[in-house]
T-cell receptor, first 111, second 116 residues
Framework: GQSLEQPSEVTAVEGAIVQINCTYQ??????LSWYQQHDGGAPTFLSY????GLEETGRFSSFLSRSDSYGYLLLQELQMKDSASYFC????????????FGTGTLLAVQP | GAVVSQHPSRVICKSGTSVKIECRSL??????MFWYRQFPKQSLMLMAT?????????EQGVEKDKFLINHASLTLSTLTVTSAHPEDSSFYIC????????????FGDGTRLSIL
């Protein structure tokens, strides 16, 4: 089966940079995605890596290394509103592209 | 604006009741939709893939007769939790994959189901 592991909690201060890691044990996926979820809300898409390397989208960057079965999400210039849960996910299934989510990381941004 | 509409947002009902949750794709036709369940402080667990005009594909361990999925049109999928019990209390979320290659999934706002 597929498994994606993330740290359960991360704490950082406003303005700082934080990296959330994601390690997985699987193969045959299309890409690694990252989603943000505020408490009780819907997950929202942040970033996607189809290929190895770094993808940058504003304050958020994501990295994938298939050879290391590893990826990370980098958040820069942290703001209080970034306090949320972050999930890595792998896309499978050909045309259906179903998502399998990681264990999730709760980020707490402190003043 | 919203890409996916999910209703109701919250349901509280007695044990033994069947509950139907609707998921609508607002911006485009969706031959495939997904249903997830999320327990407090846990990850989203894929329950099933809803396929327009055919049977849903359930993930291992998900009871087909317990969680009935119907995808009768290109914009609507429904999940019915039959004879719900307290252990079925959870946050249920649907999603639709965007059109085109490598498109992200768009999620509904979720339905918080509480069975008394």
């Amino acid at each position: 089966g597929q498994s994606l592991e993330q740290p359960s909690e991360v704490t950082a201060v406003e303005g700082a940079i934080v990296q959330i890691n994601c390690t997985y044990q699987t193969s045959g996926f299309y890409g690694l995605s990252w989603y943000q979820q505020h408490d009780g809300g819907a997950p929202t898409f942040l970033s996607y890596n189809a290929l190895d390397g770094l993808e940058e989208t504003g304050r958020f960057s994501s990295f994938l290394s298939r050879s290391d079965s590893y990826g990370y999400l980098l958040l820069q210039e942290l703001q209080m509103k970034d306090s949320a849960s972050y999930f890595c996910s792998l896309a499978y299934g050909g045309a259906t592209n179903k998502l399998i989510f990681g264990t999730g990381t709760l980020l707490a941004v402190q003043p | 604006g919203a890409v996916v509409s999910q209703h109701p947002s919250r349901v509280i009902c007695k044990s033994g009741t069947s509950v139907k949750i609707e998921c609508r794709s607002l911006d485009f036709q969706a031959t495939t939709m997904f249903w997830y369940r999320q327990f407090p402080k846990q990850s989203l667990m894929l329950m099933a893939t809803s396929n327009e005009g055919s049977k849903a594909t359930y993930e291992q361990g998900v009871e087909k007769d317990k969680f009935l999925i119907n995808h009768a049109s290109l914009t609507l999928s429904t999940l019915t939790v039959t004879s719900a019990h307290p252990e079925d209390s959870s946050f249920y979320i649907c999603s639709v994959r965007g059109q085109g290659g490598n498109q992200p999934q768009h999620f509904g706002d979720g339905t918080r189901l509480s069975i008394l």
